[in-house]
């Protein structure tokens, strides 16, 4: 039994929902729950990704080294560094601005395209890809050949997309804005897709302490239900044996675990392991919940652990080709 005692002391000391403090200590105990709140008290370190389309590591980093700033190595990307010290603003430099580095406010958000593994020459979707981050990622891996459908039906970030492109000096991108779920119509295939899915945002909460408070439960089950649409819908883009990595910022089971549950009981999707050193299992029991067990596969990033933001990633393969109709 929760101590709801316990989790309205916490909420009130630390600024939450009640429910929200019930929830994690139901998820993860009493212990990890206070550690998890604590650590979310605490700013993340912003993080450059080398934009190797333009620049090579090792210059890039002598420069910014020259102009005093002080950064250290992302565990998992060789070519990712957190910002520890940095003399003036990132986004102020001679180097930000000729588009040798992008900024992200975060670890995590690299994790993605890294577990997608994109290859020159492939076609991809990345299918909620405005302001861009995850979208030029992709592009650098791809050495800017092969093609990016990038998707995002919001107008104003999709402005930010195409000039981040634009300055990252991306050539094999298509930016399209529209509604992800309506991508069946155009009868594609392609061999993988990332789907960064609109969500909560609760893992955000070292970044957005606004977070905190800003969302209600209903807001969980309204995700959960946009989530599983749009991931449908997707996979009906996918080649067989194609690939698609499903990531949210939010460590709620039911935008994360609840969903592939749901996608795999309705398709035939495989999950894949990922090949990361870091990361906690998904879970296969919460809230009453029973869910497949090759969900252990997927990963969870948690910012007292692994110093990111919360973050939830899964890798599925399309055993056979769909019919595309909607």
Not at 47 to 64: A, E, F, H, Y
Not at 148 to 163: G, H, P, Q, T
Request: glycine share 6%; with cysteine; proline share 4%.
């Amino acid at each position: 039994m929760i101590d709801k005692g316990l989790a309205k002391k916490l909420a009130e000391k630390y600024g939450y929902h009640t429910y929200m403090i019930e929830r994690y200590l139901e998820l993860f105990g009493e212990d990890e729950t206070i550690k998890l709140l604590e650590a979310n008290e605490k700013p993340l370190n912003p993080v450059i990704r080398c934009n190797t389309l333009k620049i090579s590591v090792k210059s890039l980093i002598n420069r910014l080294l020259a102009k005093g700033f002080k950064l250290e190595k992302v565990p998992w990307i060789d070519y990712a560094f957190q910002v520890v010290k940095s003399p003036f603003s990132l986004g102020s430099t001679t180097e930000y601005l000729m588009g040798y580095y992008y900024i992200h406010k975060g670890m995590g958000s690299l994790l993605p395209v890294h577990v997608l593994d994109p290859k020159p020459g492939e076609i991809i979707i990345d299918a909620a890809a405005a302001p861009g981050g995850k979208t030029s990622q992709i592009a650098q891996l791809m050495e800017n050949k092969g093609v990016i459908l990038a998707i995002d039906i919001n107008r104003e970030r999709m402005k930010a997309l195409r000039s981040n492109l634009s300055r990252l000096g991306v050539e094999n991108v298509i930016a399209y804005r529209m509604d992800a779920r309506d991508l069946p119509k155009f009868g594609i295939k392609v061999d993988k897709i990332l789907l960064d899915a609109p969500c909560t945002g609760e893992g955000l909460i070292p970044i957005d302490k606004s977070r905190k408070k800003s969302r209600l439960i209903e807001d969980i089950k309204y995700c959960s239900t946009l989530q599983i649409s749009m991931l449908s819908a997707l996979l009906k883009c996918l080649k067989e044996n194609g690939v698609v990595v499903y990531s949210t910022c939010s460590i709620a089971p039911e935008e994360n675990e609840l969903v592939i549950h749901r996608i795999l009981e309705q398709f035939p999707v495989s999950v894949e392991k990922i090949s990361l050193k870091d990361g906690l299992s998904g879970f296969t029991e919460f809230f009453g919940y029973k869910v497949r067990e090759e969900l252990r596969k997927a990963a969870r990033f948690y910012p007292h652990i692994h110093g990111t933001q919360g973050f939830f990633i899964c890798k599925l393969k399309l055993r056979e080709e769909l019919d595309d109709k909607v």
